[in-house]
Structures are given as C-alpha cells and as structure tokens.
C-alpha cells in the first residue's frame, strides 16, 4: 500500500502528515493509515500535529467511495464520524494545520482539532454538503453545533456557505492565521508550547467537559447509519 500519511516524533511532537498527492480525499485507506499514526502517537504520549500537503489540507470524503451505494456512504461517514471522536477524546492536544483548501470532512477534521491553526491565502474552507447535494449526517450537524458560532451555524450548515481564511476565523473553524511559508514553524511552536502542559489535567479536562457531547455522537453515529442517503 502507498503511504499516504506519514509520521515523525520529535521532542514531545507527532506531526502526521496527510499527502495522498491530489485533494488528500478521506477514504478508508486514508483513515487506516492515520488510525495507524495516531496509535503511535498515543503509545508515545506525544502531543499530535495534524497537517496536509501544501496547498490543500483535505477536500473531503473520497466522493468516488461515497458515489458506490448508500451501505458504502454510510460505511465511510461512519469512519470519519468516529475519527473526529478520537480527535476530540485523544489524551494529548490535537493541533490541526491547515495547509491550503479545507472542505466537507476535511473542515470537520479542522473543527474535531483542539487548536486550529490556518493558511493565509486564496483558499476555500467550509461544509459544502448541501450545496453538492448531499445530505447532512447528524454527527456533522451536532459536531457544527458546538464548534462554530451560532451566527454562522445556518450559513455554514445549511446554506453550505464557504468561506476564505480570514472568515473562516470568524466562522469557527480556524483559531488564527498565519502565512503560508510561516506555517510549518507556527506548528511546530504550537506543538512545543502544548507539550508543556500538564497531559493528565489536560486529558481529565478535556473529556470531562464532552461527556454528554461524546454521548450524543454516540447516538449521532447510530442514527446515520439508519439514515437514507441518496447520492
């Protein structure tokens, strides 16, 4: 199998890197493969850093998978459904880079991150969803519904609105920006400074305070897989 994430501990950091070489699709190999970075950045107890290639951190689910049949889409939005979770239960920060486009499941990777760092330049960032024509899951309308700002929920949610990086900020789905030729460095400062916390307060923090999050998901996932998607 081509590796298409990679894997690099250093000092304390895991940056784990999506490069499938196109629009970094989430399929299910790519899911296998950052399951398989995320085991080994748990085993180290490393603070993680997630980016994509330069240019684009991920247009989203691999839509050819999605396009095979209802049993399959529903497969493939459960994965990236329970992969948003682990972001957002993992014990160490998540520090989400965003190198350039961030679409669909792309931007709700972005969202499921603990600190959001992104781009500065001509990118396109939101849930397009509705606008391809395709139905919303619930995990994704729930997930929305705690992370981005309740005046920007319809129009990203619904509306299927995308947003340039500056509003992307404004939007919920980045914490800042930098320029792009500053923003490995600016990951790389993220990671460091996030290292110095205490994991243990942090982790017991952090899923306390989603208990009853985590709990809808957990009904969220179970109701997606009933639903009907025609695609």
């Given at each position: ?58 247009g989203g689910f691999d839509l050819k998978e999605m396009y ?164």
């Open positions: 199998m081509t590796d298409i994430v990679s894997y690099e501990l250093k000092d304390g950091v895991a940056t784990i890197t999506m490069d499938d070489g196109k629009a970094n699709a989430l399929s299910h190999a790519m899911f296998d493969q950052l399951g398989a970075a995320f085991d080994k950045a748990e085993e180290a107890g490393a603070v993680v850093v997630l980016k994509g290639r330069e240019g684009r951190f991920s095979k049949g209802p049993d399959e889409a529903k497969a493939l939005t459960k994965r990236g459904s329970e992969f948003a979770v682990r972001i957002m239960s993992f014990n160490t920060p998540v520090i989400g880079v965003s190198t350039g486009h961030c679409i669909a499941m792309g931007a709700y990777t972005m969202l499921a991150c603990d600190y959001r760092i992104g781009a500065d330049g001509d990118f396109k960032v939101g849930l397009n969803e509705t606008a391809i024509g395709m139905p919303m899951h619930r995990f994704g309308i729930e997930l929305g519904r705690y992370k981005i700002p309740k005046n920007y929920f319809n129009r990203s949610l619904i509306n299927g609105e995308i947003f340039n990086p500056k509003d992307a900020v404004k939007a919920g789905y980045y914490d800042r920006l930098v320029p792009a030729d500053q923003l490995d460095a600016a990951g790389a400062m993220a990671g460091q400074m996030f290292a110095q916390l205490k994991m243990n307060a942090f982790s017991y923090t952090k899923n306390a305070a989603r208990k009853e999050l985590f709990a809808l998901f957990e009904e969220c996932i179970a109701d997606d897989l009933k639903m009907g998607l025609d695609l």
